[in-house]
């Protein structure tokens, strides 16, 4: 999004509570009825322990992480075919309009070198109906999820008067796969070969 829009860093916006399901037994369905052209995105969702300055390494960023999981972010637009500008982005709410967070792993001291290796390089299959339907993998989110909150937290240090990530703050790290256009009456699956997080199901509905 940052390279085809040519901006200077990533781009961002604010989620809101009553847009955040969290599903149990990793499995969530969603109604897309009232969404004009919605797609789906897999995605690491990030939640924050504590702090996050700018300029740390992928080691230094997973300290001030508590959790993270699998999720889908649904996105939406209501600009013909997708062809929006930056300021489009900010007034649509960063096209966000839905995410779904799967079963959530601890991050501490004994796991984060681990994940430091595991998260450029872990692959993900995207699936709609039991049709594997895209792939990709962590480095398609800035070379590593991790890398992509780093530049989040740089991002927002630069921003006069932006709040800085804090303890709680839940961040969604950016699509691993081409976003995929969605609707009613599908079932998507995304399935991570390479971390140990489980098989996230969403049912769509009306």
């Known amino acids: ?10 781009v961002w916006a604010h989620m809101y509570e009553d847009t955040v399901t969290y599903a149990p037994r990793n499995t969530a369905s969603l109604p897309v ?17 504590g702090p996050l300055a700018a300029g740390l390494e992928p080691a230094g960023v997973l300290d001030a ?13 209501a600009y013909a075919d997708w062809k929006f500008q ?8 960063g096209l966000h309009a839905a995410l779904i967070v799967g079963e959530p792993r601890s991050v501490d001291a004994s796991t ?7 998260l450029p390089t872990f692959k993900v299959r995207l699936s709609k109906d039991e049709q594997m339907v ?42 691993l796969t081409e976003s995929m256009p969605i609707s009613a009456g599908e079932t998507w699956s995304a399935a991570l070969d390479g971390l140990d997080l489980p098989v996230l199901s969403l049912h769509l509905n009306t």
């Open 33 to 49: 009825a009232r969404m004009i052209a919605p797609k789906i995105e897999p995605e690491i969702v990030f939640k924050m322990r």
């Open 86 to 93: 930056p300021a489009d982005f900010v007034a649509a709410y």
């Open 134 to 175: 895209a792939e990709g993998s962590g480095r398609n989110s800035l070379r590593s999820p991790a890398l992509c909150l780093a530049e989040l937290a740089s991002a927002i240090a630069r921003q006069p008067g932006a709040e800085p990530l804090a303890a709680g703050d839940l961040v969604s790290s950016g699509t």
């Open 112 to 118: 984060i070198s681990q994940l430091v290796d595991q």
């Open 65 to 77: 992480v508590e959790w993270l999981a699998l999720g889908f972010e649904i996105i939406d637009c």
């Open 1 to 10: 999004m940052w390279r085809v829009l040519k901006l200077e860093t990533l």
